[in-house]
């Protein structure tokens, strides 16, 4: 109407539905996005784009040739944001993608070097680096931890110290300042404190073990194990001793004090052991005693099949097969003696004889041969092996 479209002004089309300020776009450029810019005026820029063509939308940049959605963040620091999603009751974040590369999913967080994935996944986190924290509470409550990852519900909530892998439903839950440990299973490690350096698997496996450098696979495996203590099985492992394998349920379960003990088998080393070290035991309900220096077998009713020491040996009730029966040394070359004589090979014809004591007659001559064998000389290999004094 009044204004000529060769003018100066505004156009006002439909009664505002679209004004132009007083400075114009001179030229457009094909995918840019229009958008009111400061003053009412109508501006473009290169890092809002639409390729229509292959319907893709660039935000901070042209889009990449093989994204539909691409974001650029401003930079490759904690504090630029590429993207995030907020609630409207609080403004709370729910997502963030940083241009550090990490990702936050509903945790509070903002430390370099974290992702998080979860609700209230490392919420709390306002110092520690380098986490990863996957699953409701996951590392929840930590405020120092640095390199640690926690998957599952409550796993890690409240450690303070750097290092530790929780997988799991309350994976070292309470461990508040142990260090480089794994715990893999319902409630594994939960309590250990200051456990270091020790390998959790199995429900409430070193539930309540402070232990450094223990391994611990197996349903309440060693609760109280020591340092070093390698505990496979239900209950096994239990003691506090130190440096002991124990495989088995109830495996040593009561080595309260017994120090590089090995024990395989259903209550091999039970609650009455409680001090014996270097001690190896096999089979059930093999017990020694609390002594030390042992090696036992049983027969799974606490009968020792096989026991020595460096001062005792035993076999009881050996039996081999019938048709092979029982041999002791498979070759004429194999040294065997008895009564700490001097052990010694099969003897033959050429042992030397013993020395011949004359006696009262009998039809016997002392150098009659038996076999090729005199008197003396079966005398002699007697005394030999020990047979004889």
Do not use: C
């Not at 473009?44 to 650029?72: E, H, M």
């Not at 995030?84 to 509903?106: E, H």
């Not at 209550?267 to 014996?276: H, P």
């Not at 050996?318 to 029982?326: F, M, P, R, S």
């Amino acid at each position: 109407n009044s204004t000529s479209l060769l003018g100066s002004g505004d156009i006002v089309i439909g009664g505002g539905g679209l004004t132009v300020g007083t400075t114009a776009i001179a030229s457009g450029t094909i995918g840019r996005i229009l958008f009111e810019g400061t003053g009412n005026v109508l501006q473009q820029d290169s890092t809002l784009f639409w390729d229509n063509t292959n319907k893709r939308l660039g935000i901070g940049a042209t889009p990449d040739t093989s994204t539909r959605l691409d974001v650029r963040a401003q930079g490759a620091l904690s504090t630029d944001i590429a993207f995030r999603v907020r609630n409207s009751a609080n403004t709370a974040n729910i997502l963030q993608v940083l241009g550090n590369s990490t990702v936050w999913a509903n945790g509070a967080g903002g430390v370099v070097g974290n992702t998080t994935f979860g609700q209230l996944a490392l919420d709390a986190n306002t110092t520690g680096v380098g986490n990863t924290a996957f699953g409701y509470n996951a590392l929840t409550a930590v405020t120092t931890t640095s390199a640690s990852t926690a998957v599952g519900y409550g796993s890690l909530e409240a450690t303070t110290n750097t290092g530790n892998t929780a997988v799991g439903h309350t994976a070292g839950q309470a461990n508040t300042s142990g260090s480089h440990n794994t715990y893999l299973g319902y409630s594994a490690g939960q309590y250990g404190t200051t456990a270091t350096n020790s390998i959790f698997i199995g429900q409430a496996a070193g539930q309540n073990s402070n232990a450094t450098n223990g391994i611990f696979i197996g349903t309440t495996a060693s609760t109280t194990g020591g340092n070093g203590t390698i505990a496979i099985g239900n209950i096994s492992g239990g003691g506090t001793g130190t440096h002991n394998i124990s495989m088995g349920q109830s495996s040593g379960f009561g080595m309260t004090t017994g120090n590089f003990n090995i024990q395989l088998g259903y209550r091999t080393v039970g609650s009455g052991v409680t001090t014996g070290n270097y001690n190896t035991l096999i089979g059930g309900d093999s017990v020694v005693g609390a002594v030390s220096n042992n090696v036992a077998i049983s027969d799974g009713q606490g009968n020792k099949v096989l026991w020595f020491n460096s001062v005792n040996a035993m076999v009881s009730d050996l039996k081999i097969d019938t048709v092979t029966g029982i041999k002791i040394g498979t070759a004429t070359t194999n040294k065997l003696s008895f009564w700490n004589a001097t052990p010694i090979v099969q003897p033959t014809t050429a042992v030397t004889p013993a020395t011949v004591v004359s006696g009262t007659g009998g039809v016997v001559h002392h150098d009659d041969t038996f076999d090729g064998y005199t008197l003396e000389k079966i005398v002699r290999a007697l005394r030999n092996t020990g047979l004889l004094a």
